[in-house]
Every structure is written in structure tokens, then in C-alpha cells.
């Protein structure tokens, strides 16, 4: 008996120790992970310093008028209130100069993506806390799941390739803030799950998804699934209606007034109009800019910008909007009265546009090494994995309600991002294998493997990005600072009204530079007409110029100006291919 004893006390001893390892490795895996992720987010934001995508002029000019209280400019049916805070803030503080406000918004950036890995942590903490007991109550089945530190590996991998490759630092828009409150909403989740089902937790989810509506507007219609799953964790309807009115009350203290503020402004009741906006763009054709109504059967604009002067078109739209550039700072303004229309063909086309993206998404050389690895160890326990992985389908389905929120409309990578390392970690913890030796050695080997691929290419990318940057003296970016800085030197001073001729093709007009000038943009001829403009004659394009003087503009810049278009009497600014041309008034 005594040495039976004896016998019993090694083993126990043994796990004992092997469990302390293994909690001691995972320990400094989670940390080197984290100073990884740091790191290379920190890189992205440094080569991203001066990118800045068009929405995210829209944005610093919100966050202006937040700052300034200039709340009817400020509340805008289009881009959601919470990214534009921290970019109004910190710009109040510093005061940038011309050259450090766009590296400023970087840094803004870069803070948002510490917060998001700190709720990425989080969800990780949960879920290996829910794999840990999940695999405890099927011991006695003889298997075996992936370890802490693999989970850890994959889990990191995941999230640095999503944030990094999929939604990328240089993206000045708030999917990373986003993600931040997807992460959070996941992990209350996994907690109801473990057995923390009071009404508290749900009254803090509710809370998360309002604040996540905040960050961006499609929070909202997945609000009651998420809030359904956690029922469905809680024990089904079982005090349904104390934990669902909880969840509801914390959606209304965080989303609710910015909504009633939102439908006062609007004279109607709206959560938003990014829905209604992205259909009648990527599904209906209607074009962003200066709709003038011309299909009636997408309605009438009530307000739309005005059209003061024909062949070549030119657009005016001084006010009411207080922006850099009023036509793309609230779109949901200039399309009051516009209505969507179910078309079929249209539907199907943006239906197999999307499904290009999604298609195009799930076959990155980073997910297929995820699905690779993850068939694999499904083949080897395929009995076990399988009754475990029907038994937890609650979470995916979550990701997957999301991606079938953006199918029928318009997807991009960024949307997709958050959603899924929640899929892909999700299958990974609910895997089991039979007990042996061969079995511990693969699900260590694929774990590390697939981890060490995704992260080894994005960290290919992002040092390839780092060392780019060096050369960024000569890209777009340089040229609005040199154009805001020509402007500045030509007498046209901050806050004053120019109008604008577009020659790039792209359908978007870059206006970096007026926002780094600080002037307003009130009066363009779109890139569709500025060919008009380039062959008319010298009679025809006084009359357009005098258009233009005629809004209150102090000046005219062209954009992008071919080499073959002349344009006597205006300046270039610097070697770029923008010219000015001072206005006088009548």
C-alpha cells in the first residue's frame, strides 16, 4: 500500500509540475505575442503616418465639431460619432501643424489598436477558461484538446493578420474601433456561457452593443442575436425577460441619445442612414455625387447640392454644412427624399460582387493555412470534434449573421475582420482528439505551424511597408501637404471658401490638402465635366470662372491636371500637377 501510495504521489507530483510549465509557457508565449502585436502595429502606423483615406477628412472635421459644439454639424446620418472623438480631442490638444496632423490621426490609430488587442485579450482569457472547463467535463471520453499556448499562438495570429492585413493601420476609418466592442461583446458572451447568467451581465452587454453602435452603425440590427445567444447560454427563456430588458436598457443609455439627438437633427426617426445610402450606391448605381434626382423612381432630393452652371456642370454647396468637403461629410443631407428600389438584376449583381470579396477573403494564404490545419486535426478526431462542434455553433453563427448583413450590400475586407478570429478560434478550442502520443505531437506541430506562417507573413508585410516608407517623400501624401503649404503661401488663409476643378479619375476627389489648409471647399467641377472645362474655349471658360466667383470663392484649384491641358494664367504650385487661380469677386 505504501508504495502504491508512493506511486500515486509521483504522478500526481509530475502533473503537477507539467502543469506548472505549461502555465509558465503560456504565461511568457502571451507576453512575447503581445509585444509582437505591439510592435508591428507600431510599425504599420509609422509607414501609414501620412495616409488618409477620404472618409477620414469627413471624420476630423466631425470631430471638430464635436469638440466645438457645433452640434448640428456634428451629427451626421452617415459616419457613426465615436471614431471622430478621440481624432477632435487630440487635435484640440496638440494643434498640429500642417505636416503632423496626419501622422497625429495615426497615433490615434495606433492607441485604438492597443485597445483593440487589449479586448482581443480578454476574449482570449475567456475562451481558454471556457475551453479549459469544457475539456475537463469530457475527460473521461479519453481526449485531448489543443493546449493553452496553442490556443494563445493561433488566437494572436489571428487577431495581428485581421487587424493588420484585413482592416490595415492606414485605414483612417473606425472598423478597428469597431472590432474593439465585437471582441468585448464575444467575451460577455463566452462568460453567460460559463455560467455568469445574472442580469448584470446582460445589462453590460447591452451596454457594449450600444457603445459598438457608436463605432459603426451595423452593431445595432446584430444587437438582438447577440442578445439572443446569451439567452440561449443563460438556460433558454428562463428569466428571458429580466435579462433581455437588462440588455435593452444598456443599448438605450448608450445608443439612445445619440439617436434622439441624431432624429431631432434629421426631423424624422433614424438609427442612421449608411444602410439605406451604401444600397442605393453599390446596388441601385445612384451616383455619390450631385444626384440631381435624374431616375425618378429612386425619389426626389429635397436638398440636393446646386447646379449654377452647365457644360461643364458646376456644383455648388457652401451651405449648410460647416465641412472641408460639404458633399461627402454627410451624404444622408444631400440624399433627403432618395428611396431604394429592389431591382433584381441589380440585387444579383451586387449579390456576386460581394461573393467575389467574400471568396477572395477565405482563400488569403492566411486562412487557408487556418482551414488547412484545422480539417486536419478534424479528420484525426472527426467522432469527438464533430459532437463537440455541434453542441457549440452559437458563436460562428454570430460572424456568420454579420457577413449576411453585408452580403446583399456591399462587403470589403475591413467589414469581414472582426468576425473572424471569433469563427476560426471558436473551432480550433472545440476540437478533441483520441489520447496518444502521435495525437499530442500533431495538435502541438499545427498549432505552431499555422500560427508561425500567418505571423511570419504579416510580419513580412509589415516590415516590407517599413522599409516603403523611406520613400514616401515622393508619394500622393507629400503632395497635399506641398498643396495646402502653396496655398497657404499664396495669401489663400485658413477658413477662407475656394472652388475646385477635378481631374483624377478616381470617383472620389482627394482633398487632403484643403483639410491640412484648413479651407472649405464650396463650389467643383466633378472629374465627369473637367474635360468639358480643358476643350472649351477662352470666352466659355471665363464664364465657368465667373461662376465660381460669383459662390465667394478666393480661389480656384485644379487637380491633377493632365500634361496636355493648358491653363493660362494659373500658378502651379511647386513641380505637382495642381494649379490655382485667384478669384476676384464681381
Not at 115 to 125: I, P, S, V
Not at 268 to 289: E, Q
Not at 516 to 535: K, M, Q, W
Given at each position: 500500500?505504501?508504495?502504491?501510495?508512493?506511486?500515486s504521489?509521483?504522478?500526481?507530483?509530475?502533473?503537477?509540475?507539467?502543469?506548472?510549465?505549461?502555465?509558465?509557457?503560456?504565461?511568457?508565449?502571451?507576453?512575447?505575442l503581445?509585444?509582437?502585436?505591439?510592435?508591428?502595429?507600431?510599425?504599420?502606423?509609422?509607414?501609414?503616418?501620412?495616409?488618409?483615406n477620404?472618409?477620414?477628412v469627413?471624420y476630423?472635421?466631425?470631430?471638430?465639431?464635436?469638440?466645438?459644439?457645433?452640434?448640428?454639424?456634428?451629427?451626421?446620418?452617415?459616419?457613426?460619432p465615436?471614431?471622430?472623438?478621440?481624432?477632435?480631442?487630440?487635435?484640440?490638444?496638440?494643434?498640429?501643424?500642417?505636416?503632423?496632423?496626419f501622422p497625429?490621426?495615426?497615433?490615434?490609430?495606433f492607441?485604438?489598436?492597443?485597445?483593440?488587442?487589449?479586448?482581443?485579450?480578454?476574449?482570449?482569457?475567456?475562451?481558454?477558461?471556457?475551453?479549459?472547463?469544457?475539456?475537463?467535463s469530457?475527460?473521461?471520453?479519453?481526449?485531448?484538446?489543443?493546449?493553452?499556448?496553442?490556443?494563445?499562438?493561433?488566437?494572436?495570429?489571428?487577431?495581428?493578420?485581421?487587424?493588420l492585413?484585413?482592416?490595415?493601420?492606414?485605414?483612417?476609418?473606425?472598423?478597428?474601433?469597431?472590432?474593439?466592442?465585437?471582441?468585448?461583446?464575444?467575451?460577455?458572451?463566452?462568460?453567460?456561457?460559463?455560467?455568469?447568467?445574472?442580469?448584470?451581465?446582460?445589462?453590460?452587454?447591452?451596454?457594449?452593443?450600444g457603445?459598438?453602435y457608436?463605432?459603426?452603425?451595423?452593431?445595432?440590427?446584430?444587437?438582438?442575436?447577440?442578445?439572443?445567444?446569451?439567452?440561449?447560454?443563460?438556460?433558454?427563456?428562463?428569466?428571458?425577460?429580466?435579462?433581455?430588458?437588462?440588455?435593452?436598457?444598456?443599448?438605450?443609455?448608450?445608443?439612445?441619445?445619440?439617436?434622439i439627438?441624431?432624429?431631432?437633427?434629421?426631423?424624422?426617426?433614424?438609427?442612421?442612414?449608411?444602410?439605406?445610402?451604401?444600397?442605393?450606391?453599390h446596388?441601385?448605381?445612384?451616383?455619390?455625387f450631385?444626384?440631381?434626382?435624374?431616375?425618378?423612381?429612386?425619389?426626389?432630393?429635397?436638398?440636393?447640392t446646386?447646379?449654377?452652371?452647365?457644360?461643364?456642370?458646376?456644383?455648388?454647396?457652401?451651405?449648410?454644412?460647416?465641412?472641408?468637403?460639404?458633399p461627402?461629410?454627410?451624404?444622408?443631407?444631400?440624399?433627403?427624399?432618395?428611396?431604394?428600389q429592389?431591382?433584381?438584376?441589380?440585387?444579383?449583381?451586387?449579390?456576386?460582387?460581394?461573393?467575389?470579396?467574400?471568396?477572395?477573403?477565405?482563400?488569403?494564404?492566411?486562412?487557408?493555412?487556418?482551414?488547412?490545419?484545422f480539417?486536419?486535426?478534424?479528420?484525426?478526431?472527426?467522432?469527438?470534434?464533430?459532437?463537440?462542434?455541434?453542441s457549440?455553433?452559437?458563436?460562428?453563427?454570430?460572424?456568420f449573421?454579420?457577413?449576411?448583413?453585408?452580403?446583399?450590400?456591399?462587403?470589403?475586407?475591413?467589414?469581414?475582420?472582426?468576425?473572424?478570429?471569433?469563427?476560426?478560434?471558436?473551432?480550433?478550442?472545440?476540437?478533441?482528439?483520441?489520447?496518444?502520443?502521435?495525437?499530442k505531437?500533431?495538435?502541438?506541430?499545427?498549432?505552431l505551424?499555422?500560427?508561425?506562417?500567418?505571423?511570419?507573413?504579416?510580419?513580412?508585410?509589415?516590415?516590407?511597408?517599413?522599409?516603403?516608407?523611406?520613400?514616401?517623400?515622393?508619394?500622393?501624401?507629400?503632395?497635399?501637404?506641398?498643396?495646402?503649404?502653396?496655398?497657404n503661401?499664396?495669401?489663400?488663409?485658413?477658413?477662407?471658401?475656394?472652388g475646385?476643378?477635378?481631374f483624377?479619375?478616381?470617383?472620389?476627389?482627394v482633398?487632403?490638402?484643403?483639410?491640412?489648409?484648413h479651407?472649405?471647399?464650396?463650389?467643383?467641377?466633378?472629374?465627369?465635366?473637367?474635360?468639358?472645362?480643358?476643350?472649351?474655349?477662352?470666352?466659355?471658360?471665363?464664364?465657368v470662372?465667373?461662376?465660381?466667383?460669383?459662390?465667394?470663392?478666393?480661389?480656384?484649384?485644379?487637380?491633377?491636371?493632365?500634361?496636355?491641358v493648358?491653363?493660362p494664367?494659373?500658378?502651379?504650385?511647386?513641380?505637382?500637377?495642381?494649379?490655382?487661380?485667384?478669384?476676384?469677386?464681381?
Amino acid at each position: 500500500m505504501s508504495l502504491t501510495r508512493r506511486s500515486s504521489d509521483v504522478r500526481k507530483s509530475k502533473r503537477i509540475s507539467y502543469g506548472s510549465r505549461a502555465l509558465t509557457l503560456s504565461k511568457y508565449l502571451r507576453l512575447l505575442l503581445l509585444v509582437l502585436a505591439a510592435a508591428l502595429g507600431a510599425l504599420d502606423s509609422w509607414a501609414s503616418r501620412y495616409s488618409l483615406n477620404p472618409m477620414g477628412v469627413s471624420y476630423l472635421d466631425m470631430g471638430d465639431a464635436f469638440v466645438r459644439r457645433d452640434w448640428q454639424t456634428a451629427l451626421n446620418g452617415l459616419w457613426s460619432p465615436l471614431y471622430s472623438l478621440p481624432l477632435g480631442l487630440l487635435v484640440r490638444v496638440f494643434r498640429p501643424s500642417p505636416s503632423t496632423e496626419f501622422p497625429l490621426v495615426h497615433f490615434a490609430n495606433f492607441l485604438i489598436y492597443l485597445t483593440a488587442l487589449f479586448a482581443f485579450t480578454l476574449f482570449m482569457r475567456e475562451l481558454v477558461r471556457w475551453q479549459n472547463e469544457n475539456r475537463d467535463s469530457v475527460s473521461e471520453q479519453r481526449t485531448i484538446a489543443l493546449p493553452e499556448w496553442g490556443m494563445m499562438a493561433l488566437g494572436y495570429a489571428v487577431f495581428i493578420w485581421c487587424s493588420l492585413g484585413l482592416i490595415k493601420m492606414a485605414t483612417t476609418a473606425p472598423d478597428l474601433l469597431f472590432s474593439v466592442f465585437v471582441y468585448l461583446a464575444f467575451a460577455v458572451l463566452l462568460r453567460i456561457r460559463r455560467g455568469l447568467r445574472d442580469w448584470p451581465s446582460f445589462l453590460l452587454l447591452g451596454l457594449i452593443l450600444g457603445v459598438g453602435y457608436l463605432a459603426k452603425n451595423p452593431m445595432l440590427p446584430l444587437a438582438p442575436l447577440f442578445i439572443l445567444v446569451g439567452l440561449v447560454f443563460a438556460g433558454g427563456l428562463r428569466k428571458a425577460g429580466v435579462r433581455s430588458a437588462a440588455a435593452m436598457l444598456g443599448i438605450f443609455l448608450t445608443a439612445g441619445p445619440f439617436t434622439i439627438a441624431l432624429s431631432a437633427s434629421k426631423h424624422r426617426f433614424t438609427f442612421g442612414d449608411s444602410g439605406k445610402l451604401n444600397y442605393l450606391w453599390h446596388v441601385n448605381r445612384v451616383p455619390a455625387f450631385h444626384w440631381q434626382g435624374e431616375e425618378a423612381r429612386y425619389g426626389t432630393p429635397k436638398h440636393p447640392t446646386r447646379r449654377i452652371f452647365e457644360n461643364p456642370s458646376v456644383y455648388e454647396f457652401g451651405s449648410p454644412l460647416n465641412a472641408t468637403y460639404p458633399p461627402w461629410y454627410d451624404p444622408s443631407y444631400w440624399f433627403e427624399g432618395a428611396t431604394t428600389q429592389f431591382d433584381l438584376s441589380q440585387q444579383v449583381t451586387a449579390l456576386r460582387r460581394n461573393l467575389a470579396t467574400y471568396r477572395e477573403i477565405f482563400t488569403y494564404r492566411s486562412n487557408l493555412a487556418l482551414l488547412g490545419g484545422f480539417l486536419l486535426l478534424l479528420c484525426i478526431g472527426r467522432r469527438n470534434s464533430l459532437r463537440n462542434l455541434l453542441s457549440e455553433w452559437w458563436l460562428p453563427i454570430l460572424s456568420f449573421a454579420a457577413f449576411v448583413l453585408y452580403l446583399p450590400v456591399h462587403v470589403e475586407p475591413r467589414y469581414a475582420a472582426p468576425f473572424i478570429p471569433p469563427i476560426w478560434l471558436t473551432l480550433f478550442a472545440a476540437l478533441r482528439l483520441p489520447v496518444s502520443e502521435s495525437s499530442k505531437k500533431l495538435i502541438k506541430y499545427v498549432a505552431l505551424i499555422t500560427a508561425t506562417l500567418i505571423i511570419l507573413a504579416q510580419t513580412t508585410r509589415s516590415l516590407s511597408s517599413f522599409r516603403s516608407a523611406f520613400a514616401a517623400r515622393h508619394q500622393a501624401e507629400f503632395v497635399q501637404l506641398q498643396v495646402a503649404d502653396g496655398l497657404n503661401r499664396m495669401g489663400i488663409q485658413p477658413g477662407q471658401p475656394v472652388g475646385t476643378i477635378n481631374f483624377d479619375s478616381f470617383w472620389l476627389a482627394v482633398v487632403h490638402w484643403a483639410r491640412l489648409a484648413h479651407v472649405h471647399i464650396i463650389a467643383e467641377i466633378p472629374n465627369t465635366d473637367s474635360n468639358t472645362f480643358a476643350t472649351a474655349d477662352e470666352s466659355r471658360r471665363r464664364q465657368v470662372i465667373e461662376a465660381f466667383a460669383k459662390t465667394g470663392a478666393t480661389a480656384l484649384v485644379a487637380e491633377h491636371v493632365p500634361r496636355n491641358v493648358t491653363l493660362p494664367g494659373w500658378e502651379q504650385i511647386g513641380d505637382t500637377d495642381y494649379y490655382v487661380l485667384k478669384l476676384k469677386l464681381p
